[in-house]
C-alpha cells in the first residue's frame, strides 16, 4: 500500500469530548424521562429529567447552561431520596457540569426549571409567527445546547432513548423528535417516545398552533395553518427521496419522517431531528427549486442520525457525507443537470470561502480545542467533505462505492464514528483491495491538511456556464438585460447568474437589472439574499427598505449574516445595520444573536 495512504496519525485523546464535562465512561445515561411544562408568560420550561444510570462510578456528571437545578434525587428502595450535588462554575462555552452523588441508584431525577435566555429555546411573540395569534417555542440542541433545556449528557459519544410528558397551554399543539403515544391538544397534555438511541443533540420539542398535511405514506407536514398546503405541495417529492435513498444505503430505520416548518426567525435552513425534521419558511419557494434540503435533511437519517460522529470534530462525518447523499437524491428525483448545477454552486462558494478562512478551519478533521463547535459550521465539512466522498467515487465507480457506504452505515448504525474510525474502516474494506486508488486518495492529505486536494471531483454545470457567458456579455455592454432569455431560468440560473457579476458594478446597472428583472421583489429568499447584498455593495438604495424588511422578517443566519458583513464595511452602512439590529435582535434566536453581536460590534454600539 502506498506510504501516503496509511491512517493519519490522530493525537490520542482525539476521541474524547472536548465539549462535554459529562464522564460516560464511569456513569453513562442511557434513557431520559422529561416532565415538563411550557410556561409562555415566564419562558421557561419546568419539570423534571429522570435518568436511567449504569456505570461503576458513584458521581455522574452532567451537563448544563443556565438551568436551575431545584433539586436532586435519586432512587431509593421503592421511592426517591435526595441526593447531593453541585453545580460548578459556568463556563461561557460549556455551561456549568451538575456532578450528582448517585452511589449505585439507578435512577437519577432532577428537578428543574430553564432560563428565560436559554441558548437552545427560542420564545416566538404572536406576532413572529405566520397566524400572529399564538406564541411558540422550538428547540434547537445542535451543537451543544440540550444542556440549555436538559441536563444531561450533552455529548454526541452518548446515545439514549427518552420519553416525555410535555404540557403546552390548550390549545396549541406539541411536536417531538420522536413517536407521539398521546395527544390531547384541549387540555394541552402530550406524550412522547423514542425508542431509538440518539445523542442528545437530537432532542426536539416544539410547541404552537400547528396543523398536519400528510405528503406520502410515511410522509407528512406540519406547519401553520395558513403554511401548510403549499409546505405540503413544496415537499410532495419527499417520499420518492425516502425511496431512493433506501434502494442506495438500506431501511429508513425511524418510521415516519414528517417536516415542521418554522417561523421564520428559525436560525437554520433546516436541522434533521429524527422523524421530524425541523425546515425554515424560506425554503418553501413556490416551485420545489430549494428542496435540496430536504434531501439533505432526510440524508441524515443515515449520515448522522444512524451513524453520528463521535464528537463535534468529526463532524464532517456527518455533514460531508449527508451533502454527497443529498446530491445523489437530487440525481435521482431532479436529474443529473439540476444535481450538477447545485454541486457546482456549492463548490464555488466554498472556494470564496476557504479563501478568508485561516488554514486551521480547512481542515476536515478540524482542530476545535479550546472553541466553540458552532465555529467549526462553515462550508468545509460540508462541501470539501462530501467532495473528498466524491473523488473516492470517481475512483472506484459506483458499483464499489454504493455498496460501501451502505455496509458503513449498517456497521455503525446507532453508534458514533470517530474520523480515525471510519478512515480505518474505509483503508481495510476498500482501499486496501484498490491499492490504484490508495495511490490517487491521500487520506492524510484529505483529513488533516488544509486547502483542496489537486486530485479532486469537480463538478460542472454546462447550463451554469452558459448562463456565466450571458453574464459576462452583459457586464461588457455587449448585449441589455432585456435580450436575456431568461423564460427557462430556475433558482440554480440566477444565483449563478448573480454571483456572475462584478461586485462594483455601479447602482446604474443595477437599475437596468431591476427594471427588467424585478429582483427587489423576488420571492425566493436565496435569490432575494444575494441581490440585497449586491444592492448594498453598490449602495443601490432602492433596495434598502427590502433590506431592512428582509433582516427584520429572516431569522436564518446564512442569509443575515451576509447582509450585515456587507453593511458594516461603510460608516452609513454601520449606522443603518446598528439601527436595523436594534429593532430586529429581539426577535433573533439565541444563537443568531450570538453571531451577529460580533458583526455590529454589538457592545460597541450600546456603549454611550
Ligand atoms: N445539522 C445541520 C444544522 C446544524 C449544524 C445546526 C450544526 C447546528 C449546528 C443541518 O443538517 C444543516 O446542515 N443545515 C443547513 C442546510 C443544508 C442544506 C446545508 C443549514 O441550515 O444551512
Ligand atoms: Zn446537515
Same mark, same amino acid.
Given at each position: 500500500?502506498?506510504?501516503?495512504?496509511?491512517?493519519?496519525?490522530?493525537?490520542?485523546?482525539?476521541?474524547?469530548?472536548?465539549?462535554?464535562?459529562?464522564?460516560?465512561?464511569?456513569?453513562?445515561?442511557?434513557?431520559?424521562?422529561?416532565?415538563?411544562?411550557?410556561?409562555?408568560?415566564?419562558?421557561?420550561?419546568?419539570?423534571?429529567?429522570?435518568?436511567?444510570?449504569?456505570?461503576?462510578?458513584?458521581?455522574?456528571?452532567?451537563? =448544563?447552561?443556565?438551568?436551575?437545578?431545584?433539586?436532586?434525587?435519586?432512587?431509593?428502595?421503592?421511592?426517591?431520596?435526595?441526593?447531593?450535588?453541585?453545580?460548578?462554575?459556568?463556563?461561557?462555552?460549556?455551561?456549568?457540569?451538575?456532578?450528582?452523588?448517585?452511589?449505585?441508584?439507578?435512577?437519577?431525577?432532577?428537578?428543574?426549571?430553564?432560563?428565560?435566555?436559554?441558548?437552545?429555546?427560542?420564545?416566538?411573540?404572536?406576532?413572529?409567527?405566520?397566524?400572529?395569534?399564538?406564541?411558540?417555542?422550538?428547540? +434547537?440542541?445542535?451543537?451543544?445546547?440540550?444542556?440549555?433545556?436538559?441536563?444531561?449528557?450533552? =455529548?454526541?459519544?452518548?446515545?439514549?432513548?427518552?420519553?416525555?410528558?410535555?404540557?403546552?397551554?390548550?390549545?396549541?399543539?406539541?411536536?417531538?423528535?420522536?413517536?407521539?403515544?398521546?395527544?390531547?391538544?384541549?387540555?394541552?397534555?402530550?406524550?412522547?417516545?423514542?425508542?431509538?438511541?440518539?445523542?442528545?443533540?437530537?432532542?426536539?420539542?416544539?410547541?404552537?398552533?400547528?396543523?398536519?398535511?400528510?405528503?406520502?405514506?410515511?410522509?407528512?407536514?406540519?406547519?401553520?395553518?395558513?403554511?401548510?398546503?403549499?409546505?405540503?405541495?413544496?415537499?410532495?417529492?419527499?417520499?420518492?427521496?425516502?425511496?431512493?435513498?433506501?434502494?442506495?444505503?438500506?431501511?429508513?430505520?425511524?418510521?415516519?419522517?414528517?417536516?415542521?416548518?418554522?417561523?421564520?426567525?428559525?436560525?437554520?435552513?433546516?436541522?434533521?431531528?429524527?422523524?421530524?425534521? /425541523?425546515?425554515?419558511?424560506?425554503?418553501?419557494?413556490?416551485?420545489?427549486?430549494?428542496?435540496?434540503?430536504?434531501?439533505?435533511?432526510?440524508?441524515?437519517?443515515?449520515?448522522?442520525?444512524?451513524?453520528?460522529?463521535?464528537?463535534?470534530? *468529526?463532524?464532517?462525518?456527518?455533514?460531508?457525507?449527508?451533502?454527497?447523499?443529498?446530491?445523489?437524491? +437530487?440525481?435521482?428525483?431532479?436529474?443529473?443537470?439540476?444535481?450538477?448545477?447545485?454541486?457546482?454552486?456549492?463548490?464555488?462558494?466554498?472556494?470564496?470561502?476557504?479563501?478568508?478562512?485561516?488554514?486551521?478551519?480547512?481542515?476536515?478533521?478540524?482542530?476545535?480545542?479550546?472553541?466553540?463547535?458552532?465555529?467549526?459550521?462553515?462550508?468545509?465539512?460540508?462541501?470539501?467533505?462530501?467532495?473528498?466522498?466524491?473523488?473516492?467515487?470517481?475512483?472506484?465507480?459506483? *458499483?464499489?462505492?454504493?455498496?460501501?457506504?451502505?455496509?458503513?452505515?449498517?456497521?455503525?448504525?446507532?453508534?458514533?464514528?470517530?474520523?480515525?474510525?471510519?478512515?480505518?474502516?474505509?483503508?481495510?474494506?476498500?482501499?486496501?483491495?484498490?491499492?490504484?486508488?490508495?495511490?490517487?486518495?491521500?487520506?492524510?492529505?484529505?483529513?488533516?491538511?488544509?486547502?483542496?486536494?489537486?486530485?479532486?471531483?469537480?463538478?460542472?454545470?454546462?447550463?451554469?456556464?452558459?448562463?456565466?457567458?450571458?453574464?459576462? +456579455?452583459?457586464?461588457?455592454?455587449?448585449?441589455?438585460?432585456?435580450?436575456?432569455?431568461?423564460?427557462?431560468?430556475?433558482?440554480?440560473?440566477?444565483?449563478?447568474?448573480?454571483?456572475?457579476?462584478?461586485?462594483?458594478?455601479?447602482?446604474?446597472?443595477?437599475?437596468?437589472?431591476?427594471?427588467?428583472?424585478?429582483?427587489?421583489?423576488?420571492?425566493?429568499?436565496?435569490?432575494?439574499?444575494?441581490?440585497?447584498?449586491?444592492?448594498?455593495?453598490?449602495?443601490?438604495?432602492?433596495?434598502?427598505?427590502?433590506?431592512?424588511?428582509?433582516?427584520? =422578517?429572516?431569522?436564518?443566519?446564512? /442569509?443575515?449574516?451576509?447582509?450585515?458583513? +456587507?453593511?458594516?464595511?461603510?460608516?452609513?452602512?454601520?449606522?443603518?445595520?446598528?439601527?436595523?439590529?436594534?429593532?430586529?435582535?429581539?426577535?433573533?434566536?439565541?444563537?443568531?444573536?450570538?453571531?451577529?453581536?460580533?458583526?455590529?460590534?454589538?457592545?460597541?454600539?450600546?456603549?454611550?
Amino acid at each position: 500500500m502506498a506510504s501516503c495512504t496509511s491512517i493519519p496519525p490522530v493525537a490520542e485523546d482525539a476521541s474524547r469530548d472536548l465539549h462535554s464535562y459529562a464522564n460516560p465512561s464511569q456513569v453513562r445515561v442511557s434513557h431520559v424521562e422529561m416532565d415538563l411544562t411550557a410556561d409562555f408568560e415566564r419562558r421557561n420550561l419546568s419539570g423534571t429529567c429522570t435518568l436511567t444510570v449504569a456505570g461503576d462510578g458513584t458521581e455522574l456528571v452532567l451537563d =448544563t447552561r443556565d438551568l436551575e437545578i431545584g433539586g436532586v434525587d435519586v432512587a431509593d428502595g421503592d421511592g426517591y431520596a435526595p441526593a447531593e450535588f453541585s453545580l460548578g462554575d459556568s463556563d461561557p462555552i460549556l455551561g456549568s457540569p451538575l456532578r450528582i452523588r448517585r452511589g449505585t441508584a439507578d435512577t437519577v431525577r432532577i428537578d428543574y426549571s430553564t432560563s428565560p435566555s436559554a441558548s437552545g429555546l427560542q420564545w416566538l411573540e404572536p406576532r413572529q409567527t405566520a397566524g400572529r395569534k399564538h406564541p411558540f417555542l422550538y428547540t +434547537q440542541s445542535q451543537a451543544i445546547h440540550a444542556r440549555s433545556w436538559i441536563p444531561v449528557q450533552d =455529548t454526541p459519544a452518548v446515545r439514549v432513548t427518552y420519553g416525555a410528558h410535555i404540557r403546552v397551554p390548550p390549545g396549541l399543539r406539541a411536536v417531538m423528535s420522536a413517536e407521539t403515544a398521546s395527544a390531547d391538544a384541549p387540555s394541552g397534555n402530550y406524550r412522547f417516545r423514542m425508542p431509538m438511541a440518539i445523542p442528545s443533540y437530537l432532542i426536539a420539542l416544539a410547541v404552537g398552533d400547528l396543523a398536519f398535511e400528510p405528503t406520502g405514506e410515511r410522509t407528512g407536514v406540519y406547519a401553520e395553518p395558513s403554511v401548510v398546503r403549499a409546505a405540503a405541495k413544496e415537499f410532495e417529492d419527499t417520499e420518492a427521496m425516502m425511496r431512493r435513498v433506501e434502494e442506495l444505503y438500506g431501511p429508513y430505520r425511524w418510521g415516519r419522517y414528517d417536516i415542521l416548518v418554522l417561523p421564520p426567525a428559525f436560525p437554520f435552513g433546516g436541522m434533521e431531528n429524527p422523524r421530524l425534521t /425541523f425546515v425554515s419558511p424560506t425554503v418553501i419557494a413556490g416551485d420545489k427549486s430549494l428542496v435540496s434540503l430536504i434531501a439533505h435533511e432526510l440524508a441524515h437519517s443515515w449520515s448522522g442520525n444512524l451513524a453520528t460522529n463521535a464528537t463535534w470534530r *468529526d463532524f464532517w462525518l456527518n455533514e460531508g457525507f449527508t451533502v454527497y447523499i443529498e446530491e445523489r437524491i +437530487q440525481e435521482a428525483v431532479y436529474g443529473p443537470e439540476r444535481a450538477a448545477m447545485e454541486s457546482s454552486l456549492e463548490v464555488a462558494a466554498l472556494k470564496d470561502e476557504m479563501d478568508e478562512l485561516a488554514a486551521r478551519d480547512q481542515i476536515l478533521h478540524v482542530d476545535l480545542a479550546d472553541r466553540d463547535p458552532d465555529d467549526g459550521f462553515t462550508g468545509v465539512p460540508y462541501i470539501k467533505g462530501a467532495m473528498f466522498l466524491r473523488t473516492i467515487e470517481d475512483n472506484v465507480g459506483r *458499483d464499489v462505492f454504493d455498496p460501501f457506504l451502505r455496509s458503513y452505515f449498517e456497521e455503525f448504525a446507532f453508534r458514533s464514528v470517530t474520523t480515525a474510525q471510519f478512515a480505518e474502516y474505509l483503508e481495510r474494506n476498500l482501499l486496501a483491495n484498490r491499492p490504484d486508488v490508495a495511490g490517487e486518495v491521500s487520506l492524510t492529505e484529505w483529513l488533516e491538511r488544509p486547502g483542496l486536494p489537486t486530485v479532486r471531483h469537480e463538478p460542472v454545470s454546462d447550463a451554469l456556464e452558459a448562463v456565466a457567458k450571458v453574464a459576462g +456579455q452583459w457586464v461588457a455592454g455587449a448585449i441589455l438585460a432585456r435580450e436575456i432569455d431568461t423564460s427557462n431560468w430556475t433558482t440554480q440560473h440566477w444565483l449563478r447568474f448573480l454571483r456572475e457579476l462584478p461586485v462594483d458594478l455601479g447602482a446604474d446597472r443595477l437599475v437596468e437589472l431591476d427594471d427588467v428583472f424585478g429582483l427587489t421583489s423576488a420571492g425566493n429568499a436565496e435569490i432575494l439574499c444575494e441581490w440585497l447584498v449586491l444592492s448594498t455593495v453598490n449602495e443601490y438604495a432602492a433596495a434598502n427598505g427590502t433590506v431592512e424588511e428582509f433582516l427584520t =422578517t429572516v431569522g436564518r443566519r446564512k /442569509f443575515l449574516r451576509p447582509l450585515y458583513e +456587507q453593511l458594516v464595511k461603510t460608516e452609513d452602512g454601520t449606522v443603518r445595520a446598528r439601527a436595523i439590529y436594534r429593532k430586529a435582535r429581539p426577535g433573533y434566536h439565541p444563537m443568531a444573536v450570538q453571531s451577529i453581536d460580533r458583526i455590529v460590534d454589538w457592545d460597541v454600539a450600546l456603549s454611550p
